[in-house]
């Protein structure tokens, strides 16, 4: 099984900032397995990008995916309000699907 | 529109069961898989397992292996997950979620249930 680690655990920013988040798998994976999700208190997921870099519809452009290999990253260009929330990267490798912990942006 | 509608919120004792249902629309229903998940109070989120909608085939996780039960009736479209021997640990939000083959992701997921486990 792929164990995915997320960092870091709680990100504390301002609107306008950046916002870098890691997702680190415990072996190699191909990049088409790799998706990202975004969950506010209440709600259910929503994904957000998938094959790790390519945004899903409704997805603003502000929010990127890179990565291969063992290490992918989401990157939100300037935070808006509603992007507070927690973020998991989540991987299916043939047999089974892994979650990270998330990630959880705060607002600083 | 795509929509995955699940059941109502539940509480039960330790060591009953839980059926919670996620009824599909606005999609050929035979074309997905459909998996659950579940989010435990402060916890991420935890994959359960997935059923295929034709054949009814499934794959549970292992840790789940002995107390969930996933089915589906394809004349409704509604897919079930049944949870025994429950426990407090048990007491989280259970999602259910289609999976697209094209994309490898969870694109539609249901609003959650509730399960709540309490003497």
């Known amino acids: 099984e792929i164990v995915l680690t997320q960092s870091p655990g709680t990100l504390s920013l301002s609107p306008g900032e950046r916002a870098t988040l890691s997702c680190r798998a415990s072996?190699?994976?191909?990049?088409?397995?790799l998706a990202w999700y975004q969950q506010k208190p209440g709600q259910a997921p929503r994904l957000l990008i998938y094959?790790?870099?390519t945004r899903a519809t409704g997805t603003p452009d502000r929010f990127s995916g890179s990565g291969s290999g063992t290490d992918f990253t989401l990157t939100i260009s300037r935070l808006e309000p509603e992007d507070f929330a927690v973020y998991y990267c989540?991987?299916?490798?043939?047999?089974?699907?892994?979650f990270g912990g998330g990630t959880k942006v705060e607002i600083k | 529109q795509v929509y995955l509608v699940q059941s109502g919120p539940e509480v039960k004792t330790p060591g009953a069961s839980v059926k919670v249902s996620c009824k599909a629309s606005?999609?050929?229903?035979?074309?997905?898989?459909v998996n659950w998940m579940r989010r435990a109070p402060g916890q991420g989120l935890e994959w359960m397992g997935f059923?295929?909608?034709?054949?009814?085939?499934?794959n549970y996780a292992q840790k789940f292996q002995l107390s969930v039960t996933m089915t589906r009736d394809t004349s409704t479209g509604t897919v079930y997950m049944e949870l025994t021997r429950l426990k407090s640990d048990d007491t989280a939000v259970y999602y259910c979620a289609r999976w697209t083959d094209s994309i490898n992701a969870f694109d539609v997921w249901g609003q959650g249930t509730v399960v709540t486990v309490s003497a």
């Open positions: 989540q991987q299916y490798d043939g047999s089974s699907v892994t």
């Open positions: 094959g790790a870099s």
């Open positions: 072996q190699s994976m191909s990049s088409s397995q």
């Open positions: 606005g999609y050929t229903f035979t074309d997905h898989y």
């Open positions: 059923i295929g909608p034709i054949a009814g085939n499934t």
